[in-house]
């Protein structure tokens, strides 16, 4: 069983159903209305335990109602929550989301609590990371504390991986403690420069990340699959062809499910590959349900899917 720490968001999301998401000065009616529990982090982080791993968070909530409601989300999985940390002033965090008839979201999040994690926080959180074989962060927390978890991780041999959302450009010393980084097309695109539309684009896009001393690069697809790059290859694992109704958290669920399989010990092209498969299929299940944490499958479920893994 792999053990999975995660620094990252804890999000309410609160989202809309809207037939066409609205043109700038538009405004139109929609007929749904829901608070779904959510954030990067917390999305990754049930997404592995859900698929089996040990898994705790790093992380901060605010003193409110939305905070005691996501913290019992992650404990109702087993999720320990003993770093999750409480912030004075900032309100736990939000994301305003408007899903469309074909499944696709426009997402603003509202970081609140999430981006006040400091220093000292994340050094009562070192024991959390000695346990973990997985180190994840995302870009809903702040940059620098990513910086401090990953640096602390490498030094005791950890495997972190980066899931660079939402896009910005980053730091070139964040990169050099990352092992395997997990953008989508467009982050891809705003960390190279290069525009992702077939294998040789993620091949270039994959090659900037390795010379930076990135070790592997996953460039998911979205419903095309996920580019897999290393330094002597680069291969597309195809996505499951389902009908998508909600994409939210698709990214997550893969992360979560890659971490929760992937061969930390012996990380190579076949064995990644093959991981890969395994994120695409856990994903290939959350498109095709409503909202984030509620979309994330078991284990159990993929099983009954696609078999035996
Ligand atoms: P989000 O921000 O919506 O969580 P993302 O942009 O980070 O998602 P995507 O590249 O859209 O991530 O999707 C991640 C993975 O989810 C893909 O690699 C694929 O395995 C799966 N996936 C996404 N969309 C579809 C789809 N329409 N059909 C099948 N699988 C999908
Ligand atoms: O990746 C999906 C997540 O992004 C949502 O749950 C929302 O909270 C934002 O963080």
């Given at each position: 069983m792999n053990k999975v720490c995660v620094l990252g968001s804890i999000n309410m999301d609160l989202v809309v159903k809207v037939n066409e998401i609205p043109r700038i000065g538009e405004t139109i009616l929609s007929k749904s209305f829901e608070k779904i529990a959510g954030g990067k982090g917390a999305n990754q982080a049930i997404a592995a335990r859900r698929c089996g791993a040990e898994v705790s968070m790093i992380a901060k909530i605010g003193k409110d109602e939305n905070g005691k409601i996501l913290k019992s989300k992650l404990e109702e999985d087993?999720?320990?929550?003993?770093?999750v940390f409480e912030d004075e002033k900032e309100a736990t965090g939000m994301a305003f989301i408007m899903v469309n008839e074909s499944g696709n979201n426009s997402i603003v999040v509202v970081s609140g609590s999430n981006m006040a994690i400091n220093e000292e926080e994340i050094d009562t959180s070192i024991q959390k990371i000695k346990e973990a074989d997985i180190v994840i962060a995302q870009f809903e927390t702040a940059e620098e504390m990513t910086l401090k978890v990953f640096k602390k991780a490498k030094e005791l041999g950890k495997v972190t991986i980066l899931n660079?959302?939402?896009a910005k450009k980053i730091n070139d010393e964040l990169l050099k403690v990352t092992d395997i980084i997990v953008p989508n097309e467009t982050e891809a695109e705003v960390l190279t420069g290069v525009t992702v539309n077939n294998l040789d684009e993620a091949n270039e896009a994959g090659k900037v990340f390795l010379e930076k001393g990135v070790k592997f690069v996953v460039i998911t697809l979205g419903s095309k699959g996920a580019a897999v790059i290393g330094k002597d290859f680069c291969e597309i694992v195809p996505a499951y062809k389902v009908n998508a109704i909600d994409t939210t958290a698709a990214g997550d669920s893969f992360i979560g499910g890659v971490s929760s399989k992937l061969d930390f010990k012996n990380i190579n092209k076949e064995n990644l590959i093959d991981t890969v498969s395994f994120g695409n299929k856990v994903s290939s299940i959350a498109v095709?349900?409503?909202?984030a944490q509620p979309s994330i499958p078991y284990l159990k479920e993929v099983k009954e899917v696609y078999g035996d893994y």
């Open positions: 087993k999720i320990s929550t003993e770093c660079p959302a939402p095709q349900r409503k909202g």
